[in-house]
Nanobody, 124 residues
Framework: QVQLVESGGGLVQAGGSLRLSCTAS????????MGWFRQAPGKEREFVAT????????YYHESVKGRFTISRDNAKNTLYLQMNRLRPEDTAVYYC?????????????????WGQGTQVTVSS
């Protein structure tokens, strides 16, 4: 029902910044809670951050709290993840996801729509 496309990944030095974007189509995104997840080689897919449909409420994984900011622009059907003070352990494929419900769910199985992912590589 909802199609998601991520962009903005790349290679950055430790301590640097990147901003990821996720554009939605197929259905308005304003009635969906959305989130960012990541998956590093050899590891399971991991919750990064979620945001309510209005953008008023957010929730972050402890490892990114204070460094990453999730936001959304519903007029543009776009989700963002501003990543600052990046660390090598942040290296992963980053995915955006959407669900019809509350924002505080953090399991990948709770999200029904997924993007293709964008690679983020942080060098030491």
């Amino acid at each position: 029902q909802v199609q998601l496309v991520e962009s903005g990944g790349g290679l950055v030095q430790a301590g640097g910044s990147l901003r990821l974007s996720c554009t939605a189509s197929g259905r308005i995104v304003s009635d969906h809670s959305m989130g960012w997840f990541r998956q590093a080689p050899g590891k399971e897919r991991e919750f990064v951050a979620t945001i309510s449909w209005s953008g008023a409420s957010t929730y972050y994984h402890e490892s990114v709290k204070g460094r990453f900011t999730i936001s959304r622009d519903n007029a543009k059907n776009t989700l963002y993840l501003q990543m600052n003070r990046l660390r090598p352990e942040d290296t992963a494929v980053y995915y955006c996801a959407a669900r019809n419900g509350a924002y505080w769910y953090t399991s990948p199985s709770d999200f029904g729509s997924w993007g293709q992912g964008t690679q983020v590589t942080v060098s030491s």
